[in-house]
């Protein structure tokens, strides 16, 4: 079945330590996303990538980096400059040749990171 | 500037009785908009969306949405509630003028009680 795989579902970071969580979609999407959730907010977007090898800041992108190497995989990087990045991190991906605009957005399972 | 309000944070119904999940939004351009459902530690799942077709949409699990343009509302509502509906709803627009983001409301956690 395709779909999109998040891993760890669960991590955890040291301060002062760099932290990468994965995202896999086979669902020949070109549009993949970065969002955080927070207890009682809405999701906010970290960074997203509309084809591969290009990728832009979203409204929250201090403290994180990201990739897109492949079509297939957009790993995100939670660098020791975010300071409060404990948070269930979401990955997503859309539907290739379209605007976003009424266009579906597909979401994986999600990932806990917390900072010890 | 575009927003989207969700104007109840929480909302508990009795099973059996209908759910009202309500949404309005705040557009220059003419919007498209979903509600999505999250369950515990899960990601967002696609319940439904109004892309300028018809303005009663109908989406999985009994739900559906109104898109009234004159109240700048989107409402989900459900005849009868199910204890599995207990779950985090939110709120979604996306715009034709706007630059490739959603925007998210900041949910509401509906509480089903037997």
């Known amino acids: 079945d395709g779909g999109i795989t998040q891993s760890p579902k669960y991590l955890f970071r040291k301060e002062g330590q760099n932290v990468t969580l994965s995202c896999e979609q086979n669902l020949n999407h070109d549009a993949m996303y970065w969002y955080r959730q927070d207890p009682g907010q809405g999701l906010r977007l970290i960074y997203y990538?509309?084809?591969?090898?290009?990728?832009q800041k979203g409204d929250i992108a201090e403290g994180y980096s990201v990739s897109r190497e492949k079509k297939e995989s957009f790993p995100l990087t939670v660098t020791s400059a975010q300071k409060n990045p404990t948070a269930f991190y979401l990955c997503?991906?859309?539907?290739?040749?379209?605007?976003?605009?009424?266009?579906?957005?597909?979401f994986g399972e999600g990932s806990w990171l917390t900072v010890v | 500037a575009q927003s989207v309000t969700q104007l109840d944070s929480h909302v508990s119904v009795s099973e059996g009785t209908p759910v009202l999940l309500r949404c309005n939004y705040s557009?220059?351009?003419?919007?498209?908009l979903f509600w999505y459902v999250q369950h515990p530690n899960k990601g967002l799942q696609l319940l439904l969306k109004?892309?300028?077709?018809?303005?009663l949409v109908k989406g999985i699990n009994g739900f559906e949405a109104e898109f009234k343009k004159s109240e700048t509302s989107f409402h989900l509502t459900k005849p009868s509630a199910h204890m599995s509906d207990a779950a985090e709803y939110f709120c979604v627009v996306s715009f034709s003028g706007g630059y490739n983001k959603l925007i998210f409301g900041a949910g509401t956690r509906l509480a089903v009680h037997p």
């Open positions: 109004y892309t300028s077709a018809a303005t």
């Open positions: 990538s509309q084809i591969v090898n290009d990728f």
């Open positions: 557009s220059s351009y003419s919007p498209s």
């Open positions: 997503a991906s859309r539907r290739p040749g379209q605007r976003v605009s009424g266009n579906t957005i597909y």
